[in-house]
């Protein structure tokens, strides 16, 4: 066993963030309040008087940025050409596009040594056109350079190079705006066709699309369109062909050029079919693509392009050396060992006549497999010695006789069978051969990568890895890893050279870590020494600085292991730990479900062009995510975990997967049963709740389950964890025995399923079966809900005086109230606010007649789909009629003025028309299905609910809160509960991943409160300007008996930015001060508010400064 590090480990230095994703800073504090505004009564000593709405700081939109040249292209081939009787040439073109801020586009080759004196080199050349593959002529209007003439086939032209060594063209705006690239091919002196390492010159006018990429890579494994199929070194011209692509189409189309060559790794796509090739073809392809994945892996634009990239890179033998001597050096050994050649007498020996034929046909990676398990046969004594072959080809590289019989391309070859003859004497020459096979296919393992990256590294690194290799297996090795990983990295991630066999290196390092971190006994290591473990395999994941929010979780978490200032294992210091891990695991769960989904797109096509096996590709992008060493992170969270959750007091609820909204309402039957024993069953048409005590982690989730809850741990990478996030399943675990014990208690029972902070609420439904059924009406039991009528107003917008029942709604009736209250006065103000009223939404339908049918058509739809119980028809008419409202609805002409001057209340920075897009928006989520479900359970009639929405201005936060009066949880209606998060509140009510700064307090005076747990939340949304935000204001939400919060939108004017949040300094963590303050503050708010109301609240607001504001108060529904 490997001893546990020590207790106390120095924290490393942290990694330079990546340039394009730099560590965030804290937000910029907001333009000065105005004085007004400010001086608002300190809250310890408050006094009843009564506020004006608060006016807020105000930030403008920014102007417009000047227009840019955009860089198109930019990319350097080389050219090697000659030999035999033919010049040798080595030089290469610069490729280089630019798109002007007119729309025009220039598009510059130059060429390096490339034109003979005397001679004449040009480009033949065509343009390809948008969504075609097909070759033609420029089109009319391109300024082309002198001497540029069609090649003859009216397809193709010819442009010579300028004695300057450059091709200059020219698309002016509108000409060849459809034209995606231009590819083509050197020719000197009319006869030498110079092929570049990059294939094709392809040079790219527009942003590749990565579905062009995927048909081009996935049509050419498509059997049904060759006539001999293909083969790997086919597969490996497609491969550079679009490699250049691929990068300028983001992350999509790095994931085809994975996805391809995984595939191809596997075996899932075909090695041997097709024609032959030479080997020296082969060992030049491999060398050029693999250089050129090495330098994409180090500088593509973004961290996911780099990871897959390096991923692809990892399947790929490293190529190079002199590709003859494969074919050379098989016939000179058995010349030299007197084996029978063709007509030359000699030994006959069927195995190496076999072999021979493929060496000279299609060499590959898997001659290095032949040639260890033909040497382990030669090793062994002769009678049965050809067993061992076979049994060393299975045992190490799992290839079979049929496999080895199915390696044949070509009319001479027909596979390998054997047997050899048993010749000792040919093992030395054998290993020399062997040799020469690895320098062309080899570099997986660190001992052969190290052995080809030699003398490419600084000599320090160098010496210590060599080291590092001899002591392997002792226990400062698995650490000193990734110590050697982070120092070579500068060999590899910058310049302008990237090391193929460095990397390659680093690879086969990476995955050893992993190896080791997996064999890992941890019995008797303590909790200090598994944090430490944790730290360096993050380190390990963290050497090419690929993923953003890793390295912001790992900052905060590096800060918590380290130098932190609190002590070790108190509450408070464990409370910031357990937070700095949730963040951790929450980057960790967002890179890779983001690996998984880009990835399994293309594996799905390529799969069934290729016609895979399907079992494999339906979960290629889950194996993918267990093959990545952030599967070390995860083990090594789910060790340190426990104990620092009990440490911290927190709940023993440890959420994988959210789920989804409609939980709140009705999950369905609570169901105790193994998930294992129910594979393959089907529940749509009665969704339940799944009590498993075991899960395995590889277990499907049949259709209709909402929930998977077990007693067992759940590994966040698992199969189940990854598939549950993808189909917004909940899956949690309760490893408690008394919570395990009531949720069983609860089997047969209907139920509804709400997070509430760290916490999951399974109590009985109010709504029954009905509201995820697609039958009709609603159950006996379903609660009937009276709903205010509404009250027909004039006015199109209306100011809180005119807030009244039956004009408007709870939310804004309730600030109305607010705005004029001396209560709240002496804690928070409430921006001013205006509102469409109910009758704003028939109104604007009446002024357009022709959106009005479709919208009656629609709901006729709708009725007759649930009528008829089909759940897609119903859910199809629902989606026509919000797009319908959204984006066909339009504006009446008497609605712009009303508009016009709310925009010039808030700041004069949203125009009318993107102000009514927004409300559109609102009113069309009257239709979604949720809400839908939710009142057809409740009686409701569709007519009866009407639609206002409330205009404020958004307000630029620091922090957001909501407060309940009652704690939700408990049902304590002397105990406030709230929670905090870093920016707007959309991290809060969208019930995002990670935990928010959650408290409790005794409405006692005095009395202390008390931190459940510190944020996480990794996302914090802000507004990039002060804008608008329109709020759903039903006349159907919070009734008593029904909880209708979160059913209907509330959209933002201009969307907000989203920005990752620096925990490291945030002081909602790290100030235990303001904190406290700022949590008593609140809670004093919420008292406040409720003894205003008269019964318990839900509050909404925001904080900017030492403001509070208070955006929404609602009748809590206990």
């Known amino acids: 066993a490997v001893p546990p590090p020590a207790a106390a480990v120095p924290p490393p230095a942290a990694p330079p963030a990546p340039a394009e994703v730099p560590t965030p800073a804290a937000p910029p504090a907001p333009a000065a309040v105005p004085a007004e505004a400010a001086a608002s009564p300190e809250w310890m000593n408050p006094t009843p008087e009564a506020a004006p709405a608060a006016p807020v700081a105000r930030v403008a939109p920014p102007a417009a940025a000047p227009a840019s040249e955009k860089i198109r292209f930019d990319e350097y081939a080389k050219v090697d050409f000659g030999g035999h009787d033919r010049t040798e040439t080595h030089g290469g073109v610069h490729m280089f596009a630019v798109e002007h801020p007119d729309g025009s586009k220039t598009v510059t080759l130059t060429q390096t040594d490339l034109l003979p004196e005397g001679g004449s080199l040009e480009w033949h050349w065509a343009c390809v056109m948008e969504g075609s593959d097909t070759w033609c002529l420029p089109p009319d209007g391109a300024v082309l350079p002198g001497g540029t003439n069609d090649s003859g086939d009216g397809k193709a032209s010819r442009t010579p190079f300028g004695g300057d060594g450059k091709i200059v063209m020219e698309f002016p705006r509108g000409v060849g705006d459809d034209v995606a690239r231009l590819v083509g091919i050197l020719v000197r002196n009319n006869s030498d066709w110079l092929h570049a390492n990059v294939g094709d010159l392809t040079i790219p006018l527009m942003t590749p699309n990565s579905n062009g990429i995927l048909k081009a890579l996935s049509s050419g494994e498509n059997k049904k369109n060759q006539e001999h199929g293909t083969n790997l070194y086919n597969r490996f011209c497609r491969i550079n062909d ?186 030395d020459p054998m290993l020399h051969f062997l040799w020469i096979l690895k320098i062309t296919h080899g570099g997986g393992n660190m001992d052969s990568a190290m052995d080809f990256a030699r003398g490419k590294m600084d000599g320090d690194v160098e010496g210590e890895i060599h080291d590092l290799l001899a002591n392997r297996d002792e226990g400062w090795a698995i650490n000193k890893i990734v110590e050697l990983r982070e120092r070579m990295s500068g060999s590899w991630r910058y310049g302008d050279v990237t090391e193929r066999d460095v990397v390659l290196l680093d690879i086969a390092m990476e995955k050893f870590y992993r190896q080791k971190i997996e064999g890992l006994d941890l019995t008797g290591w303590d909790y200090d020494a598994r944090l430490g473990q944790l730290e360096m395999s993050i380190r390990n994941v963290l050497v090419g600085q690929d993923f953003d929010r890793l390295i912001s979780a790992y900052e905060f978490f590096r800060k918590a292991n380290g130098d932190s200032g609190l002590t070790r294992w108190t509450p408070e210091w464990a409370k910031v730990m357990d937070a700095a891990l949730e963040s951790v695991s929450l980057a960790m769960e967002y890179h890779m479900d983001d690996l998984c989904q880009l990835v399994q797109h293309p594996a799905d096509v390529i799969g069934e062009q290729a016609d895979c096996d399907q079992a494999y590709i339906m979960n290629f992008g889950e194996e993918v995510v267990r093959g990545h060493s952030m599967f070390a992170v995860s083990r090594m969270l789910s060790e340190s975990r426990p104990g620092v959750r009990e440490a911290a007091g927190r709940s023993p609820w440890d959420v994988a997967a959210l789920g989804s909204p409609q939980l709140a309402s009705y999950a369905g039957e609570v169901t105790v049963t193994e998930l294992a024993d129910i594979q393959g069953g089907d529940y749509s048409a009665a969704p339940v709740v799944i009590l498993s005590a075991r899960l395995g982690g590889l277990e499907d989730i049949p259709p209709g389950v909402t929930a998977v809850l077990t007693s067992a741990p759940v590994d966040l990478l698992s199969h189940i964890a990854i598939r549950a996030r993808q189909t917004g399943v909940l899956l949690a675990a309760m490893p408690d025995p008394a919570g395990w014990e009531a949720l069983v208690a609860r089997a047969g029972q209907g139920v509804k399923i709400e997070v509430v902070g760290e916490e999951i609420k399974v109590s009985e439904s109010e709504l029954g079966p009905a509201a995820a059924s697609s039958a009709a009406g609603a159950p006996a039991a379903a609660p009937k809900l009276t709903l205010t009528p509404k009250a027909d107003t004039a006015d199109w917008v209306v100011t809180p005086d005119k807030y009244a029942e039956g004009v408007v709604g709870g939310k804004s009736s309730s600030l109305a109230k607010l705005g004029v209250s001396p209560a709240l006065a002496s804690f928070g103000r409430v921006p001013a606010s205006s509102a469409l009223p109910f009758n704003a939404f028939e109104k604007a339908l009446a002024a357009d007649s022709a959106t009005a049918a479709k919208v009656t058509a629609a709901a006729a739809a709708i009725a007759t789909a649930d009528a008829a119980g089909d759940a897609n028809a119903r859910r199809a008419a629902l989606d026509t009629m919000r797009s319908t409202i959204a984006y066909e609805l339009k504006m009446p002409d008497d609605l712009v003025t009303p508009l016009t001057t709310a925009a010039a209340a808030y700041g004069n920075t949203c125009a009318p028309a993107d102000i009514y897009q927004a409300v559109k928006k609102v009113w069309a989520s009257k239709w979604n299905e949720r ?27 620091e922090n957001a809160f909501v407060l309940h009066t009652a704690n939700p949880l408990t049902g304590d209606t002397n105990e406030v509960f709230g929670e905090v998060c870093v920016g707007l509140g959309e991290a809060l009510v969208g019930n995002e991943p990670g935990s928010a700064l959650s408290f409790t307090a005794a409405k006692t005076a005095g009395a ?69 303050a700022l949590i008593s503050r609140l809670a004093q708010l919420a008292v406040a508010i409720e003894a205003e109301m008269g019964v318990p609240q839900d509050i909404e607001g925001c904080i900017v400064g030492d403001d509070i504001y208070v955006l929404q108060s609602r009748n809590q529904v206990l």
């Open 931 to 957: 809400a839908f479900l939710s009142r057809k359970a409740c009686g409701v009639e569709e007519d009866s609910l009407h639609m206002a929405t409330l205009l404020m201005e958004v307000v630029p936060a």
């Open 242 to 427: 679009k490699l250049s692509e691929s990068q300028q189409a983001g992350p999509q189309g790095a994931a085809a050029i994975f996805a391809t060559l995984r595939l191809s790794a596997v075996r899932q796509l075909a090695w041997y079919a097709g024609g032959n090739y030479q080997g020296k073809d082969m060992a030049h392809m491999q060398k050029v693509i693999c250089e050129r994945m090495a330098r994409a892996s180090a500088t593509a634009e973004d961290g996911m392009s780099r990871q897959l990239y390096r991923a692809a890179l990892g399947t790929l033998p490293r190529g190079g050396g002199n590709g003859d001597d494969i074919r050379l050096g098989i016939l000179q050994l058995m010349r030299d060992n007197g084996i029978k050649e063709g007509h030359r007498p000699g030994i006959e020996d069927p195995f190496i006549a076999q072999w021979h034929q493929k060496l000279h046909s299609n060499t590959t990676v898997d001659d290095i497999y032949i040639c260890e398990a033909y040497i382990e046969f030669l090793r062994g004594e002769a009678p049965g010695a050809w067993d061992d072959f076979w049994n060393h080809l299975w045992d190490n590289h799992q290839l079979d006789k049929d496999d080895l019989a199915n390696m044949k391309a070509g009319w001479r070859t027909e596979g390998i069978h054997g047997p050899a003859e048993h010749l000792p004497h040919m093992i």
């Open 1008 to 1076: 202390a409160p008390a931190v459940r747990s510190l944020p996480s939340k990794p996302i914090a949304h802000h507004a990039p300007y002060t804008t608008m935000i329109v709020r759903s204001d039903s006349n159907g939400e919070d009734l008593e008996g029904f909880a209708g919060a979160g059913l209907y939108d509330s959209v933002t004017v201009v969307p907000t930015e989203e920005r990752l949040v620096n925990y490291a300094d945030e002081p909602l963590v790290w100030d235990e001060p303001k904190r406290t």
